[in-house]
């Protein structure tokens, strides 16, 4: 597994205006084909200010194991979709889309594409919405990604600061949500955390992976590792950040939502919701129409 910091994004050719649902593939900075769904706003005339096509889109990022098509997502996307259209795909090595899993590092690359295609598509504003590897990937993607420099517009060039990387800003985001996310890489502190490892790290754990979780992973090993959750959290700003644990997670205890939000500081919200458990599965009707409407809002 490589690290990745910024590169071009390649997408399908689609219509800059359509009346509902639209399947296509876009292909990642690394040549990855990716299976992305668009889903228009469902909200009814002036319910949302900003949901208008070209307002806001909520650009959707599953756990792992999970893909476009499985009921949890497409639960999610339903209820964002009464606040803002959205944006579903599967990582790499999930559902439909190419390539192998690399469990949150190369996957920034899918993620930007997926919000490139939601402002080609004509959509001003982009909220990233990330469940566990989901989460940390939305946290990476919102640190290395930003609009460009007023003195970089005509030359399309990048620039580094404080850690950043300043890429094309088609890929950026203007609010992240993190949901169930992981605060720290390899945390074994748990047992289904340390069950993930096995799958992830031993070649039976992987042959279990593709044929009973049907999700494939890389066999190598990150290098470099990548840049941290909680590094990134503190590089997220001035986008908002919205930070949601369950005090229930069987997989990452409360210091790991504490600690991103004490990285990110004033700049980001914590929620800690009483009751739940991990990721999408775990995130009911309720807290889910409370993301949308802090997404539209924030």
């Known amino acids: 597994m490589s690290s990745v910091s910024e590169g071009r994004f390649r997408s399908i050719a689609v219509p800059s205006i359509t009346p509902g649902p639209l399947r296509t593939a876009l292909r990642t900075d690394d040549g990855v084909r990716i299976e992305a769904v668009y889903e228009p706003c469902a909200a009814g005339a002036g319910a949302v200010a900003e949901s208008s096509f070209d307002g806001t889109a909520i650009v959707l990022a599953h756990g792992f194991t999970g893909s476009v098509d499985r009921p949890a997502v497409r639960r999610a996307a339903r209820v964002f979709a009464g606040r ?39 959509h001003r504003r982009i909220v990233t919405v990330g469940f566990s590897m989901g989460g940390s990937v939305v946290l990476r993607h919102g640190a290395l990604y930003a609009g460009r420099p007023a003195d970089e517009a005509e030359t399309g060039g990048t620039a580094d600061r404080e850690g950043r990387t300043r890429a094309r ?59 941290s959750p909680v590094e990134a959290a ?12 369950g005090d229930r997670d069987p997989y990452f205890p409360l210091d790991h939502p504490r600690s991103l939000a004490d990285a990110a500081g004033d700049g980001a919200e914590l929620w800690l919701e009483r009751g739940m458990g991990h990721a999408e599965n775990a995130a009911d009707e309720t807290l889910l129409t409370r993301i949308g409407d802090w997404a539209v809002t924030a």
């Open 234 to 245: 503190g590089l997220i700003a001035p986008a908002p950040l919205l930070i949601v644990h």
């Open 84 to 122: 803002a259209a959205v944006v579903t795909f599967s990582f790499r090595g999930h559902g439909g889309s190419g390539g192998r899993s690399t469990v949150g590092d190369r996957e920034v690359l899918d993620l930007a594409a997926a919000v490139t295609w939601a402002r080609e598509l004509g």
């Open 169 to 227: 800003s088609k890929a950026h985001a203007d609010a992240v949500v993190a949901v169930s996310a992981p605060a720290r890489w390899f945390y074994r502190g748990t047992a289904p955390m340390r069950r993930l490892h096995w799958v992830v790290t031993r070649p039976m754990g992987r042959m279990v992976g593709r044929y009973g979780l049907h999700t494939r992973i890389d066999r190598s090993a990150w290098d470099p590792v990548p840049l």
